[in-house]
């Protein structure tokens, strides 16, 4: 039980970007609350990021938390636009400064935090997390194998592809344990809709999400005589030619556009919700599924990583159904099937399965098992050599880059 009881770290970027830095903060409060060493290693703006999109630093997510310790340093431009490898050298100094060797440290999703696991090889347990379906995760599994001791599939899916994109991974070092999330309160509302109501919720964007595939699937449903109310939840760069897809096809008075909302009052619109509408062309495992499915709301979803492999679960039966993607015939079919389920039948099917799947606390021990089976560290491996680090070319490029992106937003002109 030696890995179990390292302490646990996680090296995250500075930004909230959605499900990966949600799940991280989320794992390391649910690993503090239950007695776990938890340490956050990220970087702290001196003042927002060009780059931050007004999002919240990751900080802002577990400072409330005092069991977790925040390993920081302040940055500014000199990070933000730095190179690689100058970002990898401030993570790695953070984790040597303050965590012995031998804990279990937890990548985000950004190369440079991954190259934490090249230079330090041999020093920790380094553990990469595979978020998504998706050639981002693919290579960054293949390009650090050789440094990562364990490799986290949040789907069947992801670790069956990374397995036959690579042939020479050591296939008992690969594990699928889905992401988890706390589940919420459950108040669902189980009185019949005067009409369908149907909801989504993430990014307003074509690439991954199919966005646009929302309008085809609205007037289908109006032309099958479907009396239905759409709400899409979310923001994005393509919300505005969303909207005008949504007017052409005569649906204003079919849907609305709520806006990004807080947690808590998505969670309310899932709950007033018979289903939610999933379009995307691949996932890893959708956040807003579970949080649905936790709300006892419905989901109709396209066959994508992760989702797949929990609909022969018998308490998928009546609150979720799949469709091939693209097929927006057979997504409104979905729709219509679900409307056919007693609301309190399909709540209760859909939080049962939430609680049997993703609780957070579920994901929390999947991962302390395979931190124990994880193989120990050879004690005839040799230190890693210290990747070299340029700081005069980071700190000028960085400078660079900084001056022109700061002359292009003071005159308006592009960057």
Known sequence: MLNR???I??????????GVTRWMADMAIECADNGMDV????????????????RETLVSLVKHHSNIKLLTTTAGWEFEFGTPAFKTDVYSRLLQKNISPGANIIL???PSVWAVSAQLDGQYNFIGVL???????????????????LLVCVSERIKRNLLSRNAGIDSSKVVTISCGIPLPVFQPNTASNKQLEIIYVGRITQYQKRVFDIPAVCVTLKEQGVDFNMSIIGSGDEM???QIMVQESGLIDRVNFPGWLQKEQIFEQMRQADVLLLTSDFEGMPVAVMEALSCGCGVVSTRVSGVEDYVS????????WLYEVGDVQSAAS????????LPVQKAKQARSLAETEFGIQHCRRRYLDAIDNMRPISETKLPAKKLPVNHTYSLLLSFSRYVRLSLATKFKTNY
């Open 108 to 110: 985000a999703d950004d």
């Open 131 to 149: 978020h998504a379906d998706e050639n981002h995760y693919y290579d960054l599994a293949c390009q650090f194998d050789s440094s990562v001791r």
């Open 313 to 320: 679960s018998p308490f998928a039966t009546g609150c979720l």
């Open 39 to 54: 340490s956050f290693i990220t970087v702290v703006p001196k003042r927002p990021f060009y780059s931050s999109g007004g």
């Open 334 to 341: 979905c729709l219509v099937e679900s409307r056919r389920i």
């Open 9 to 18: 770290v996680f090296i995250c970027h500075p930004y909230h970007r959605g």
């Open 240 to 242: 505005q030619q969303l």
């Open 5 to 7: 009881n390292q302490p």
